[in-house]
């Protein structure tokens, strides 16, 4: 489900700079590894960290747009639909010979796209950086793609689209954030709505537009970790992406009104499923010093997450439900705090929902202890730690803390706020947030 209901525990801010100034961090707080940061003096913004390994290379090239930045009326699913177009190539590298050459290499090369960013990542040997950077900046820069092949893509998107309707999951976010925001361009999901899609072979020109504003070098960083070296990999950024033009566009994103009043809807997925039921109560966008946003962290953990009373009772114990979660989102705007289940036995589908507000209201009434608080804490900074032994697992933790926040210090930020949260901050916030009428509730059933 792209992701939609997985919170990530890394984060960050660094102010534009001007080549070549550099600002180098050695490892202070809970972040293990040194960095450099470089910012062109076109604003392309560059995080090197050298890691010691067998001669590997992850190199994202991180987009500050996704579908949060679709607020024009008929345009859903761009941000989406442009990841495909960004491998089709440019007159010097068409989009076979690009393949061919990654191909290669031993490239692994591939993209994604979210909410808040596109991501466009490769995992290489380091001995080819250079054919990497050279290709890379040149579809960057020069991306070039006729009508025909323009129609081409957007019918493999309505493939696409068409095929996650055998998901019970798209169908579940569709609605969920349709009905819980109005205004916002969180209301659709990052492969937009489906009338949108439908119309895309006709919005050829839209697209070169669309290009135009958001793949500027003031909208994107470069996150390039592994054996390299700094400066002459620096070296090697100016040389190709020197040239790049600015002319990004920030997006008029319209603000969401205050929910004041709870909402329901239901989904019958004509598909073989276990009923789903979710409640979402309205979040906050994310600041590593907002003690809320580490208190509801921790919160969701303690309350929902494996190792807590309801899931040893409901998942373990009685077996009413296959999984219980809870999500923050790591998000530019405020956006959802999700807890979902699926119910073993439509008819236990209520009894469910009580077992979570009975749950949300302990906490409402109840402080934690303070030592399973610092279990928690401890596990938060464990899992982090775990995954962070190789370069592609580096750059994947870290893909949504630079694209959120346009650095990596808001990593020891964070855990510095999460450090200082305590029992009555977690009360605080389950009073503050989960409350009914800023919650909306989607339960999805299956039609056979």
Not at 54 to 66: A, D, E, F, P
Request: overall charge positive; aromatic content about 12%; some cysteine.
């Amino acid at each position: 489900m792209k992701g939609f209901w997985i919170m990530l525990v890394a984060f960050t801010t660094m102010g534009a700079l001007s080549f070549p100034q550099t600002a180098t961090s050695a490892p202070q707080g809970i972040f293990p590894y040194s960095y450099q940061i470089k910012t062109l003096a076109n604003k392309l913004k560059i995080i090197l960290i050298p890691m010691e390994n067998q001669g590997l290379v992850s190199y994202y090239s991180i987009v500050r747009t996704g579908s949060r930045d679709e607020y024009e009326k008929g345009h859903t699913g761009f941000a989406h639909f442009f990841e495909h177009m960004m491998f089709r190539g440019t007159k010097t590298y068409p989009g076979n010979v690009y393949d061919h050459i990654m191909t290669e290499i031993g490239a692994d090369a591939n993209a994604y796209t979210t909410d808040d960013y596109t991501c466009f990542h490769l995992n290489f040997a380091g001995e080819d950086l250079d054919t990497v950077m050279k290709l890379e900046s040149d579809r960057f820069m020069n991306l070039r793609y006729t009508e025909q092949a323009f129609k081409t893509e957007a019918g493999a998107v309505h493939g696409e689209y068409l095929k996650g309707l055998s998901s019970p999951w798209s169908h579940l976010e569709e609605k969920l954030m349709e009905t819980a925001f109005k205004k916002h361009t969180y209301r659709h999901t990052t492969i937009g709505f489906r009338k949108d899609i439908e119309a895309m072979p006709k919005m050829y020109q839209y697209s070169l537009n669309f290009y135009k504003r958001y793949y500027r070098p003031e909208n994107v960083v470069l996150l390039i970790i592994g054996d390299i070296n700094p400066t002459t990999t620096i070296e090697k950024v100016q040389k190709y992406y020197g040239s790049w033009k600015t002319g990004y566009i920030a997006p008029k994103i319209p603000k969401e009104p205050e929910q004041k009043k709870e909402r329901r809807a239901q989904v019958i997925f004509s598909g073989r499923t276990l009923p789903i039921l979710t409640l979402a109560y309205k979040g906050l966008a994310f600041d590593p010093e907002n003690i809320d946003y580490a208190a509801i962290d921790i919160f969701n953990n303690l309350a929902f997450g494996e190792t807590s009373e309801l899931y040893k009772k409901l998942v373990i114990k009685e077996q009413r439900v296959q999984f219980l979660n809870a999500d923050l989102g790591m998000n530019r705007d405020p956006n959802l705090i999700t807890i979902i289940t699926m119910v073993r036995d439509k008819n236990d589908i209520k009894n469910i929902e009580h077992e979570l507000e009975r749950t949300v209201q302990k906490f409402q009434k109840e402080l934690v202890s303070p030592e399973r608080l610092n279990i928690q804490r401890n596990h938060s900074h464990y899992g982090f730690l775990m995954n962070l032994d190789t370069p592609e697992k580096v750059a994947g933790t870290l893909t949504r803390v630079v694209a959120v926040t346009d650095g990596i210090d808001a990593i020891d930020k964070y855990y510095v706020t999460l450090a200082q949260v305590t029992p009555k901050d977690i009360r605080k916030v389950a009073n503050k947030y989960f409350v009914r009428q800023k919650r909306t509730v989607v339960v999805l059933k299956g039609g056979k």
